[in-house]
Structure formats: structure tokens, C-alpha cells
Nanobody
Framework: QAQLVESGGGLVQAGGSLRLSCAAS????????IGWFRQGPGKEREFISE?????????YYAESVKGRFTISKDNAKSTVYLQMNSLKPEDTAVYYC????????????????WGRGTQVTVSS
């Protein structure tokens, strides 16, 4: 059974950094895109970033995080990372790892597998 498990969330002050990890198991994700969505209080789930699992790893970012967040992967560990720098209070949300055969940036409806989420809280 395919499984995505997030870790690395927590409480950080504005301007600080966190690194989220998403460990994939249970199936081969070599043909999938894996990425991150987030859902803040009272908000819809929104796309943050994705990376294709193919050798030519394309990366994509939402405008709100471009230049601050970096997605990367370690194929040997079947793990995708999201390095988050210069965090702002508006980045506070539950962050979900997601995987799908279609581009995740086109919306959560294209996600085939979800993690359970990890809370990120940025204090001002």
C-alpha cells in the first residue's frame, strides 16, 4: 500500500527556517510527481511545490513561496524535502505531501496519494 509520511513541522519564529521531509513507501513512485500542498486555518488547500520523479527533475513553485522554498529529492531514500526559509506568519498551515501521475500544480483533484500532514506554525 502506497504511503507518504511527512515529518519536520514545528513552531518557528518569523524569518526562521524549517525542512520538511516526505518519505514514500509501498510502491514505486518513479513515474510520479511528488510535492507539497498546505491548508491554513479557514483556507482551501493550495499547491506549494512539486518535483517530478524522473531523472530530469523539473521543479515548480507557487508564487507565494518562490525564492524562499526549495524542493529536492533523494531517490535512494525515496524521500522528498521542502526547505523553507524566511518563513512568514502567513506560511502557518498544515503541510501535506502529495503524489500523482499528473502535474500537481494544477490542483488537489489530481493528487492520487496524500500524507497525513504536518503542522507548521510561524510566530510573529
Amino acid at each position: 500500500q502506497a504511503q507518504l509520511v511527512e515529518s519536520g513541522g514545528g513552531l518557528v519564529q518569523a524569518g526562521g527556517s524549517l525542512r520538511l521531509s516526505c518519505a514514500a513507501s509501498g510502491r514505486t513512485f518513479s513515474s510520479y510527481s511528488i510535492g507539497w500542498f498546505r491548508q491554513g486555518p479557514g483556507k482551501e488547500r493550495e499547491f506549494i511545490s512539486e518535483i517530478t520523479y524522473a531523472a530530469s527533475s523539473g521543479t515548480y513553485y507557487a508564487e507565494s513561496v518562490k525564492g524562499r522554498f526549495t524542493i529536492s529529492k533523494d531517490n535512494a531514500k525515496s524521500t522528498v524535502y521542502l526547505q523553507m526559509n524566511s518563513l512568514k506568519p502567513e506560511d502557518t498551515a498544515v503541510y501535506y505531501c502529495a503524489a500523482g501521475t499528473w502535474a500537481l500544480r494544477y490542483g488537489p483533484n489530481l493528487v492520487e496519494f496524500w500524507g497525513r500532514g504536518t503542522q507548521v506554525t510561524v510566530s510573529s
